[in-house]
């Protein structure tokens, strides 16, 4: 997670095959994380089964393994089942919980708390219903950084479900804090995108 530390900002992109843009099956999410220069970080990759990407859709639960470009562990995500409000938790390469996000109760905006490994909230991230795809973090009331879903282009958002996003990280984050609001982005696309 050393490259997380002095990254202000990272772009994640989906990786789609041309199995599933063709038969629109659900497969298996993959994304390339980068800096933003456009340095590769971090690969990531989805683990769940079939069964559960048929027939529970947005709602499975599922492990997201972020490795190094070399292929090495980072950290991983673990999200179990949940039908309305959604949670995460995220771990290091290790299995140490590094933080949890989850989904509140909220019926005009989209709404999720990232707390430390103790339950501490130390972030808010909310979308507000007129600006659908840009999700504000704040601390303590202010906003301190977002994560965005940006336009793909025409044929890519009409046919695949493949998605690219941002993410800028408040300032004084620790990797650790990084981190988890980097799952937050994973848990964000697979409900909110993932149609």
Do not use: C
Request: hydrophobic letters at 45%; proline letters at 4%; zero cysteines.
């Amino acid at each position: 997670m050393e490259k997380l530390k002095a990254a202000e900002s990272v772009v994640v992109q989906q990786k789609k095959e041309w199995g599933e843009i063709l038969t629109g099956f659900e497969t298996k999410n993959r994304y390339a994380v980068l800096d933003a220069s456009g340095q590769q970080l971090y690969w990531a990759a989805e683990e769940s089964s079939v069964i559960a990407r048929l027939l529970l859709k947005v709602l499975r639960p599922f492990r997201m393994h972020i490795l190094s470009v070399e292929g090495l562990p980072v950290m991983k995500t673990v999200r179990p089942f949940r039908f309305y409000f959604h949670e995460m938790d995220v771990f290091n390469s290790d299995g140490k919980l590094l933080g949890n996000i989850r989904r509140e109760f909220s019926i005009l905006t989209k709404k999720f708390t990232v707390a430390d490994p103790q339950g501490a909230v130390l972030y808010s991230i909310l979308a507000p219903v007129l600006h659908p795809w840009t999700f504000k973090i704040s601390e303590g009331g202010a906003e301190t950084g977002e994560i965005v879903k940006r336009w793909s282009g025409l044929a890519k958002e009409a046919f695949t479900d493949s998605d690219n996003f941002s993410v800028m990280f408040p300032r004084g984050a620790s990797a650790d804090q990084k981190a988890v609001l980097l799952g937050a982005l994973f848990l964000i696309d697979i409900v909110y995108f993932e149609k």
